[in-house]
Every structure is written in C-alpha cells, then in structure tokens.
C-alpha cells in the first residue's frame, strides 16, 4: 500500500480542522538552555513541569537544531530564514552595535503581517539597533523590531551582561530622565561610576572572567556606561517584568491571531533569580533560573487557558544554542551541579561545534499533534520562517530566506522526514546528513572564553557517526574518506549558494 495517500489525506483534515481560524503563534526562546536541562529530555536533578506538559501535550524533537553555538547568529537565522554565516558581521553582537537586519528587510514577523497577525517581540534582542552608527539611547531607535514587521516590543537591548541595562520599549528607553542621558562606551571607561575591575569589594556576584566593567545592581558587565539611572533594570525582576508584558499582549491581542516571540533572558549571565526561586533547585542560580524560566512559561499557558485560546495557539519552545555552566560569574552553579548534565550527556557546549553546541531542545505543541508525539527527524530553527508562511498561506521574498524551508508537516508530525541535512556555525562550520556529521578544519582558538567546554575546534577534518557514536569520541575522517568526501561536498555547496 502507498503510505503517503493517507498520510496526505489526514494532514489535509488537519489543517482544515485546526488552521481554519489562523492559528495564534507563540515562539518560546530560551537562552543558553541546554539538551539535557529539562525533565522532559531527561534531567533528573530538577523539574520543569510547565514545560514537560507542552512536550506531553505536544511533539518533543530529539534532533532540533538552533543554526549556531552562540546567541546572535541564532536569532538572525531564525527571524531571516538565512544563515548568519553567509555574512561575515555575525559574531556576538557588542551592546552598542547596528542593527543586523535593517529597517525593512523580511523577517518573519512582516510575513505574520501579511496574514494579518499582530506580532510582538518581548525579551531578549541582541540583534543591534539603530544605524551605521549604532542606537541613539536616548531618543527614537531606529531599525528595530517595528522596523521589520514587529507591531510592539519590550526589549532587552543585547543580553544581561551587556551594558546598557535598560529595557527598550518600541523604540524608546522605557524611564529615561531626559536630564540624566545614558552614555555607552564598549572601549574606554565613561564617567564614574565603579567598575568590577577597580572596586571588586562593591560586588555581588563575583565574576569569573570578563565582566569586570560599570558595576550595575551589584553586578559587573561587559562595556562601561553612565546616566539613565531611573532606567535601569534590575536583575531580580527581568523574568516577571517580560512575562507581564507577554501576557498583556496575549490579553490584548485574545481576538486577533497574534504572533509572540518570548525571548526569554533565562537562563543566560548573569543569573541573578528573584527570591521567589534563589536557592529552589539547589543546584546555584543556573538551576534556579531554569525553574524561573519553567515558571514563565506556566504563566503563559494559564493565560491562554484562561482566555481559553490554547486550542487554537501554537506553542513552539527552543533555545539559541546550548549550555554553559561558568560564563563569566562565580554564581554557584559549578559547585552545586551535582549529577546534572546540562549537556544531556552531549560532547560540547555552548560556542562548540560538538553537539551540544547547537542540538537544543525542540517542543511544538498545537492540537492537531498527537499528545506526547517524538520526532527523531531533523530540524532547525532556520525553518521558522517558511513554515509559518506555509501556515498562514503566505507567499514571500524567497532570496533573503533562501535557506529556509517549509517544515510544516514535520514539525505538526504529519512526516517524519525532515531536513536531509542542516548546518551548525559556531568558531567553524559544520554539517550533519542523516547520521553522519562532518567538522570543518579551523586553526586556533575559535574564542578566548575561559569556559570549560570544548570548542571542537581542529586542523583536521573531523568526521562522525551520530548513530553509533552520539557523542562524538571517533574521528572517522581518514576511515571512511567517501563520506568524508561527500560531506565536505555538500557544505562546499552550501557555502557557494549565494
Ligand atoms: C561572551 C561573554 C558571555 C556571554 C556571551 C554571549 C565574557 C567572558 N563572556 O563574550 O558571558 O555574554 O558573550 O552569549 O565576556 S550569547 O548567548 O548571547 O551568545
Ligand atoms: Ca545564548
């Protein structure tokens, strides 16, 4: 019998049925959360009931991919449909750097737009604002999510540890005193406000390396700044401040399809947990972060429960690249992690090419998916883009989305196919199809982070066997050279794509 009649058949119904009102997307986008850090994808050691309830309601990937080891390339691959790494400017955005997707370019909220959504960004940003000069703090902030289709935001301008600690709303410093201006600068040490480096005693949190620049709330960061004081956040309150917000655009938003990317700063550095949670997992801040994220997310369904829309949301929970345990601060969570395997037992980390760098936990929930559905097939958040303008029967600007596919019926799990092969940037480039995953050569240290994780870095070519060897411990680069060659092919054809 042709198994792909029915299959077509059911996934017809399926979208009749379930996307005949268009269906509200909400984009959960966790932060340095790593494979192994969720009790769904196995963590003994803590609980994140919230979370294993969209994964026992929904489909739970074991091979999702965020498209790089490091934050802003991540989410400029997901928001564009193109792979950061065929431009050359996306590294780790510094806090003062230009937008990266300018001021009418394709994302996928202006493909939301087209079909009528509503769409919002609150959270993390790091994607640069403002022109070739970068953001002008203290007036409007041009080329910024309502640039490229957003309608609201509430951002953190890059991430927790990079100066300035403010939020942006739209396109202004939420509580800027006009006569106290904020000055920034990301080189030399600007008005007089202490830094780690010079008044270690006035911190903490005590770092571990890098951030030892203008001490804010008790906490040193990367860049120096002064003035904006009624601005500044504090850390304790950023998960409940940006939860409140999301939740007020979901309130708002209740009778319109909307499109929601929760960028949450859980559970990047610097991890400073409100009371609420310090001390809750008994594995140090990270730990505790991690259950302040679960919280957030419990927040969330209970709103669209309460305004009964959970039927009718999509629910799509990922990370931008995977763990790290010591980023830059002395927190507890190296001495209290016990047993915990962030990584889930993955070789690697954050910034690695190893697994673990970009292999994420991957969730999408929405009634038309069988509940506690698992999915081996491959994904990767660069399909963000196509696959939500599938769902919304959107056409789109297919050249500066080139890379991104239309992944609907995998990742609803009406197929079990997915991607034939995706690409992982971290301090090199690296390639899986099927099974097989293939490191591209690259001298030197790919970052001069002291974290304790393995960049996977190497001279020579680095070839596995993700099937019979998951954790990556056998180079097969010189015995089995026709795989070696095939891979090395198919990325040299990635590479030339234009
Ligand atoms: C590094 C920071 C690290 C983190 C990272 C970005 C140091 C020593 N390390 O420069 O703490 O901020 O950048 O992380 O300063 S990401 O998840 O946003 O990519
Ligand atoms: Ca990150």
New binding site residues.
């Given amino acids: 019998m042709n198994m792909k009649f029915p299959f077509f058949i059911l996934f017809f119904f399926l979208t009749l049925n379930s996307f005949g009102q268009k269906p509200n997307v909400i984009l959960i986008y966790a932060?340095?959360l790593g494979y192994g850090d969720l009790s769904c994808y196995g963590a003994k050691a803590i609980k994140t009931p919230n979370i294993d309830k969209l994964a026992k309601l929904g489909m739970k990937f074991t091979k999702g991919y965020s498209t790089s080891a490091?934050?802003?390339p991540s989410r400029y691959s997901l928001l564009t449909g193109r792979y950061a790494f065929r431009r050359n400017d996306t590294g780790?955005a510094a806090g003062n750097a230009s937008a990266l997707i300018k001021g009418g370019q394709q994302s996928v909220a202006s493909v939301f737009g087209k079909a009528g959504y509503q769409s919002a960004v609150v959270g993390k940003w790091?994607l640069g604002l403002g022109g070739p000069e970068g953001p002008n703090w203290n007036g409007k902030i041009s080329n910024g999510p309502l640039d490229i289709g957003f309608n609201y935001a509430f951002l953190i301008p890059a991430?927790g540890?990079?100066v300035p600690c403010v939020y942006v709303e739209n396109d202004r410093v939420v509580n800027l005193d006009p006569n106290d201006p904020i000055q920034v600068n990301y080189v030399n040490k600007i008005g007089q406000w202490p830094t780690g480096k010079e008044n270690p005693d006035l911190l903490k949190m005590k770092h571990s390396?890098?951030?030892d620049n203008t001490i804010l709330n008790g906490v040193g960061r990367?860049g120096y700044m002064t003035g904006g004081t009624a601005a500044l956040w504090k850390d304790e309150d950023i998960a409940q401040r940006i939860t409140d917000k999301a939740k007020q655009f979901i309130t708002k938003n209740s009778k319109n399809p909307f499109f929601l990317f929760f960028s949450t700063h859980e559970i990047?550095?610097p991890r400073v947990p409100h009371s609420k949670f310090l001390g809750k997992s008994g594995m140090g801040n990270r730990g505790d972060a991690i259950l302040q994220f679960d919280d957030s997310v419990g927040q969330l369904m209970q709103v669209l429960d309460s305004l009964q829309i959970s039927s009718n949301t999509m629910v799509i929970l990922t990370s931008?690249?995977g763990p790290v345990v010591d980023?830059?601060y002395h927190d507890g969570s190296k001495e209290n992690i016990g047993k915990h395997k962030p990584t889930g037992g993955l070789r690697g980390g954050?910034y690695s090419a190893f697994e673990a760098g970009t292999r994420v936990p991957f969730i999408v929930r929405h009634t038309s998916i069988k509940a506690g559905e698992v999915s081996n097939a491959l994904v990767s958040q660069v399909d963000f883009l196509a696959t939500m303008a599938a769902m919304t029967n959107q056409s789109y600007e297919i050249a500066s989305a080139s890379d991104s596919q239309n992944q609907l019926k995998t990742w609803l799990g009406v197929d079990s196919k997915g991607r034939s092969h995706i690409i992982e940037q971290s301090g090199t480039l690296g390639i899986i199809q099927g099974n097989w995953k293939y490191i591209k050569p690259n001298k030197g240290p790919a970052y001069n982070?002291?974290v304790e994780i393995e960049y996977g870095n190497d001279e020579e070519d680095q070839l596995y066997d993700l099937n019979r060897d998951p954790f990556e411990t056998y180079n097969l680069a010189k015995s089995v050279p026709i795989k070696l060659a095939e891979l090395k092919n198919l990325l040299q054809n990635e590479l030339l794509k234009k």
């Fill in positions: 932060d340095d490091t934050c802003t780790i790091h991430t540890d990079r390396h890098g951030h990367i990047h550095v931008d690249n980023d830059g954050k982070f002291q």
